[in-house]
């Protein structure tokens, strides 16, 4: 299982800029040699590819092709060549698991030689908006849905379903349902700090909602495959580690609602930088300000 990891979104705006303006990514990344692309198998005909960017989903089977995600338009081409050696089909659905330009910035890529692009009708909104902001052409998905979706490929069953607002408005898991293996998108991001991108519909509180529900809803021995994982930590993991984040969360709402008590300033809460129990959390620190302060904000609406 490779570790190796490069997560590219700092904030969604620089992501925006990143996956709207692909030509400009090799001036914004680091001097660091390319990440090498590496498919792993998981399950029956399912399987993760890893570069740089959201973990993509896959499965080849001899009656069908899907891929879930589409990282960045520059590593697109090593999941494509992958695929062509592994299947002489084309793909029969791209599912994108959310808008985020490192899950999407390789659509174009993809797109002459797949069918149909699905994703959540928030997700499609998400993405355009983006692009707009950005004055830069993008893929948009040709099938949307609102709440599930799924598609049967010879012997393997594929649901997408949103369970409601969380990373984004548009977040969908996507169930292999006899691999038995669960791709979250960036649902889960396996001991990083998570990033709640609230003008593009996520919420606090509703990830922990959503993160119950599926524990809950997927059997017990299911396989989850993560967006990103911090250095250490692997791409799949369990239905602990769907609790585990929801312990974040949970502790970041009670951080919030012990400074509302307080009465102190949001600001102060943009200004933290640990959190009690996750001090181990790796990745990019300011996410967990950003987290406190929108968990404040929505403990001020609920009044
Ligand atoms: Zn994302």
Redesign the pocket.
Known sequence: MSVNRREF?TTSTL?AVAGAVPASLAAQAPAAPPAPAIFTPLRRNVGIFNQRG?TIGWLVSPDGLLVVDTQFADTAPNLVAGLKERSPRQIDVLINS?H?P??TGGNGVLRPMAKQIVAHVRSAENQKVQAERMKAATTLPDVTFPATWSVKLGDETISARHWGPA??GGDVSIHFEQANVVHL??LLNNRGYP?V?APAGASVHGWVQVLEKMAAAFPADALYVF?HAEAGHPFIGTRTDLHYQRDYFAAVIEMARAARKQGKAKEELAKVEVLPKFEHFGGQKPRLGLALTIAYDELAARG
């Open positions: 979104v992501a959201g959310h985020h490192d899950h990373h984004t998108g960036d990033n991108d967006g």
